[in-house]
Protein backbone atom coordinates (compact mmCIF):
# COMPACT_ATOMS: atom_id res chain seq x y z
CA UNK A 1 0.00 0.00 0.00
CA UNK A 2 0.66 3.55 -0.75
CA UNK A 3 2.13 5.46 2.69
CA UNK A 4 0.09 8.84 1.96
CA UNK A 5 -1.07 10.08 5.58
CA UNK A 6 -4.48 11.01 5.65
CA UNK A 7 -4.79 15.09 5.90
CA UNK A 8 -6.74 16.84 8.02
CA UNK A 9 -8.99 19.12 6.62
CA UNK A 10 -9.89 19.67 2.76
CA UNK A 11 -11.34 18.48 -0.17
CA UNK A 12 -12.12 15.26 -0.58
CA UNK A 13 -12.74 14.59 -4.40
CA UNK A 14 -14.26 11.55 -6.06
CA UNK A 15 -14.07 10.57 -9.58
CA UNK A 16 -16.93 10.49 -12.00
CA UNK A 17 -15.68 7.75 -14.63
CA UNK A 18 -15.59 6.37 -17.15
CA UNK A 19 -14.06 9.00 -19.00
CA UNK A 20 -11.86 9.47 -21.56
CA UNK A 21 -10.28 12.48 -20.05
CA UNK A 22 -10.11 10.94 -16.05
CA UNK A 23 -6.51 11.19 -15.65
CA UNK A 24 -6.33 14.54 -17.02
CA UNK A 25 -9.24 15.68 -15.39
CA UNK A 26 -7.79 14.23 -11.65
CA UNK A 27 -4.43 16.15 -12.52
CA UNK A 28 -6.52 19.37 -12.80
CA UNK A 29 -8.25 18.63 -9.25
CA UNK A 30 -5.16 17.96 -7.61
CA UNK A 31 -3.71 20.80 -8.94
CA UNK A 32 -6.50 22.68 -7.49
CA UNK A 33 -5.72 21.79 -3.96
CA UNK A 34 -8.02 18.16 -3.79
CA UNK A 35 -6.36 16.54 -0.29
CA UNK A 36 -8.04 13.89 -1.27
CA UNK A 37 -8.55 11.66 -3.99
CA UNK A 38 -10.90 8.65 -4.56
CA UNK A 39 -11.39 6.39 -7.51
CA UNK A 40 -15.24 5.42 -8.16
CA UNK A 41 -16.17 3.10 -11.30
CA UNK A 42 -19.49 1.13 -10.68
CA UNK A 43 -18.40 -0.51 -14.32
CA UNK A 44 -17.47 -4.34 -14.41
CA UNK A 45 -14.61 -3.07 -17.47
CA UNK A 46 -11.32 -5.11 -15.00
CA UNK A 47 -9.20 -4.24 -17.10
CA UNK A 48 -9.81 -0.76 -17.54
CA UNK A 49 -10.51 0.07 -13.58
CA UNK A 50 -7.15 -1.54 -12.84
CA UNK A 51 -4.99 0.38 -15.51
CA UNK A 52 -7.04 3.50 -14.37
CA UNK A 53 -6.47 3.23 -10.67
CA UNK A 54 -2.95 2.52 -11.24
CA UNK A 55 -2.18 5.81 -13.08
CA UNK A 56 -3.94 7.76 -10.48
CA UNK A 57 -2.11 6.42 -8.22
CA UNK A 58 1.16 7.47 -9.78
CA UNK A 59 -0.68 10.73 -10.11
CA UNK A 60 -1.47 11.18 -6.40
CA UNK A 61 2.43 9.66 -5.51
CA UNK A 62 3.31 12.79 -7.19
CA UNK A 63 1.13 15.11 -4.99
CA UNK A 64 1.72 13.09 -1.40
CA UNK A 65 -2.19 12.73 -1.76
CA UNK A 66 -4.02 9.35 -0.65
CA UNK A 67 -5.64 7.63 -3.10
CA UNK A 68 -8.74 6.16 -1.87
CA UNK A 69 -10.56 3.06 -3.85
CA UNK A 70 -14.25 2.84 -3.69
CA UNK A 71 -16.03 -0.17 -2.58
CA UNK A 72 -13.07 -2.50 -3.82
CA UNK A 73 -10.65 -4.24 -1.12
CA UNK A 74 -9.04 -6.36 -4.23
CA UNK A 75 -8.93 -3.47 -6.59
CA UNK A 76 -6.99 -1.40 -3.54
CA UNK A 77 -5.23 -4.08 -3.08
CA UNK A 78 -3.40 -5.11 -6.27
CA UNK A 79 -2.86 -0.72 -7.06
CA UNK A 80 -1.12 -0.57 -4.11
CA UNK A 81 -3.42 2.50 -2.71
CA UNK A 82 -3.45 3.83 0.41
CA UNK A 83 -6.82 3.21 1.14
CA UNK A 84 -10.55 1.66 0.55
CA UNK A 85 -13.91 3.26 1.44
CA UNK A 86 -16.69 1.01 1.95
CA UNK A 87 -20.50 1.41 1.68
CA UNK A 88 -23.28 -0.81 3.05
CA UNK A 89 -22.72 -3.85 1.28
CA UNK A 90 -18.96 -3.87 1.10
CA UNK A 91 -17.62 -5.49 4.24
CA UNK A 92 -16.37 -4.89 7.53
CA UNK A 93 -13.43 -2.10 8.55
CA UNK A 94 -11.88 -6.02 10.03
CA UNK A 95 -12.20 -7.62 6.67
CA UNK A 96 -10.55 -4.87 5.37
CA UNK A 97 -7.84 -3.95 7.80
CA UNK A 98 -6.83 -7.75 7.24
CA UNK A 99 -6.54 -7.68 3.80
CA UNK A 100 -4.67 -3.97 3.24
CA UNK A 101 -2.70 -3.72 6.47
CA UNK A 102 -2.70 -1.48 9.68
CA UNK A 103 -1.34 1.10 7.86
CA UNK A 104 -4.63 1.52 5.26
CA UNK A 105 -6.90 4.50 5.14
CA UNK A 106 -10.18 2.77 5.84
CA UNK A 107 -13.59 5.43 5.25
CA UNK A 108 -17.31 4.43 5.91
CA UNK A 109 -20.27 5.49 4.75
CA UNK A 110 -22.70 5.93 7.60
CA UNK A 111 -25.15 7.94 5.40
CA UNK A 112 -27.63 9.53 8.00
CA UNK A 113 -26.99 7.68 10.59
CA UNK A 114 -24.87 8.02 14.09
CA UNK A 115 -24.92 4.25 15.03
CA UNK A 116 -23.39 3.44 12.36
CA UNK A 117 -20.71 5.98 12.57
CA UNK A 118 -19.97 4.98 16.10
CA UNK A 119 -20.01 1.43 15.46
CA UNK A 120 -17.47 2.38 12.50
CA UNK A 121 -15.12 4.07 14.69
CA UNK A 122 -15.21 1.21 17.11
CA UNK A 123 -14.52 -0.93 14.76
CA UNK A 124 -11.15 1.11 13.62
CA UNK A 125 -12.21 2.88 10.53
CA UNK A 126 -10.46 5.77 9.77
CA UNK A 127 -13.15 8.81 8.12
CA UNK A 128 -16.65 8.12 8.45
CA UNK A 129 -18.71 10.27 5.74
CA UNK A 130 -22.50 11.30 6.04
CA UNK A 131 -24.45 12.39 3.36
CA UNK A 132 -26.47 12.83 1.22
CA UNK A 133 -26.72 16.90 2.35
CA UNK A 134 -28.43 18.06 -0.28
CA UNK A 135 -30.06 17.17 -3.56
CA UNK A 136 -27.39 14.84 -5.50
CA UNK A 137 -27.18 14.35 -9.06
CA UNK A 138 -24.73 10.85 -8.74
CA UNK A 139 -27.24 9.56 -6.13
CA UNK A 140 -30.75 10.94 -6.78
CA UNK A 141 -32.53 9.12 -4.34
CA UNK A 142 -29.73 8.79 -1.27
CA UNK A 143 -31.24 9.12 2.17
CA UNK A 144 -31.08 13.02 3.00
CA UNK A 145 -28.46 13.80 6.46
CA UNK A 146 -28.49 16.64 8.74
CA UNK A 147 -25.92 18.79 9.65
CA UNK A 148 -26.65 18.20 13.08
CA UNK A 149 -25.12 14.99 12.58
CA UNK A 150 -21.96 16.42 12.26
CA UNK A 151 -22.20 18.91 15.56
CA UNK A 152 -23.32 15.27 17.09
CA UNK A 153 -20.61 13.51 15.39
CA UNK A 154 -17.77 15.19 16.82
CA UNK A 155 -17.08 13.42 19.73
CA UNK A 156 -15.98 9.79 18.00
CA UNK A 157 -12.31 11.25 17.21
CA UNK A 158 -12.32 10.80 13.90
CA UNK A 159 -12.55 12.65 10.86
CA UNK A 160 -16.37 13.54 8.96
CA UNK A 161 -16.74 13.42 5.11
CA UNK A 162 -20.08 15.44 4.51
CA UNK A 163 -21.30 14.25 0.84
CA UNK A 164 -24.30 14.80 -1.63
CA UNK A 165 -24.82 17.70 -3.36
CA UNK A 166 -22.17 19.56 -2.28
CA UNK A 167 -21.20 22.80 -4.14
CA UNK A 168 -18.85 25.82 -3.37
CA UNK A 169 -22.13 27.63 -2.43
CA UNK A 170 -24.01 25.42 0.07
CA UNK A 171 -20.19 24.04 1.62
CA UNK A 172 -19.93 26.77 4.32
CA UNK A 173 -22.56 25.66 6.00
CA UNK A 174 -21.32 21.99 6.34
CA UNK A 175 -18.00 23.70 7.24
CA UNK A 176 -19.68 25.38 9.92
CA UNK A 177 -21.21 22.72 11.53
CA UNK A 178 -18.09 20.39 11.20
CA UNK A 179 -17.43 18.77 8.06
CA UNK A 180 -13.51 18.19 7.87
CA UNK A 181 -13.55 17.32 4.42
CA UNK A 182 -16.00 18.17 1.63
CA UNK A 183 -16.47 15.03 -0.90
CA UNK A 184 -17.36 16.25 -4.30
CA UNK A 185 -18.00 14.71 -7.45
CA UNK A 186 -20.12 16.77 -10.07
CA UNK A 187 -19.10 19.78 -8.57
CA UNK A 188 -15.76 19.42 -9.40
CA UNK A 189 -15.63 16.82 -12.26
CA UNK A 190 -18.62 18.11 -14.31
CA UNK A 191 -16.76 21.79 -13.72
CA UNK A 192 -16.11 24.05 -17.33
CA UNK A 193 -12.57 24.58 -14.95
CA UNK A 194 -11.92 21.51 -12.79
CA UNK A 195 -9.08 23.01 -11.25
CA UNK A 196 -10.83 26.41 -10.82
CA UNK A 197 -13.88 24.47 -9.18
CA UNK A 198 -11.37 22.98 -6.66
CA UNK A 199 -9.39 26.01 -5.57
CA UNK A 200 -12.98 27.17 -4.92
CA UNK A 201 -13.16 24.33 -2.28
CA UNK A 202 -10.13 24.21 -1.02
CA UNK A 203 -10.14 28.28 -0.10
CA UNK A 204 -12.95 27.24 2.54
CA UNK A 205 -10.15 25.47 4.34
CA UNK A 206 -7.68 27.83 3.58
CA UNK A 207 -7.84 29.70 7.57
CA UNK A 208 -7.30 26.83 8.79
Known amino acids: MTQTRFPDRGLYAI?????????????QVLAGGARVLQYRDKTTDAARRLAEAVALRRLCDTHAVP???????????????????????????????????????????????LELARAAAAAGADYVAFGAFFPSPTKPHAVRASPALLRQSAA????????????????????????????????????????????RFARLYSSD
Open 15 to 27: TDGPRADLLDAAA
Open 67 to 113: LIINDDVALAAETGAAGVHLGRDDGDVAAARAALGTEAIIGVSCYDS
Open 156 to 199: LGVPRVAIGGITPDNAPSLVEAGADFLAVISAVFSAPDARAAAQ
